[in-house]
């Protein structure tokens, strides 16, 4: 059972990095009804791969792994859990304004987002990126006991 949670919090993980990449991607090029409707898609999943990884990692936690005490002495997994927090807070923004988009979309017309919303959604992905890759350089540090403290 152990092993099924690993995979599924690792396939969680890449899904959501996939994810993550083909939003910045699809947001930096000109935006289209077909682009909007594929960056709402894209978001769904990185939603949908963020609250996996989230439940998944939490119960590997707390039945299948080393237990709750070893993770709360872990200032690397502490960190790791705190971006994550973090970069699921930035996202909040970016997808209130592609939820946004949906009535245009409806009708077929491409949203009208001005340029400095473009800029604000972008730099935000841009410190998503970044704290997804501080997100894996920690749980690196965890898995090899680096940043334990207390015990």
Not at 121 to 130: C, F, G, S, T
Request: no cysteine; hydrophobic share 60%; aromatic share 12%.
């Amino acid at each position: 059972m152990a092993t099924l949670f690993a995979f599924l919090h690792h396939l969680a993980a890449f899904a959501l990095v996939a994810a993550l990449v083909v939003e910045f991607v699809l947001i930096k090029g000109e935006l289209t009804a077909i682009s909007a409707r594929k960056i709402q898609r894209t978001d769904l999943i990185f939603g949908v791969a963020a609250a996996v990884l989230l439940v998944v990692g939490l119960l590997r936690v707390v039945f299948f792994e080393k237990g709750v005490a070893y993770y709360l002495y872990s200032g690397a997994f502490i960190a790791k859990l705190s971006l994550f927090v973090i970069v699921g807070l930035l996202s909040i923004y970016p997808t209130l304004e592609f939820l946004a988009w949906s009535k245009d979309l409806k009708q077929d017309r491409v949203p009208a987002v001005d340029a400095g919303k473009l800029r604000r959604i972008r730099m935000i992905m841009h410190i998503e990126l970044v704290g997804v890759v501080a997100v894996i350089l920690f749980a690196a540090l965890m898995a090899r006991g680096i940043g334990s403290f207390g015990q």
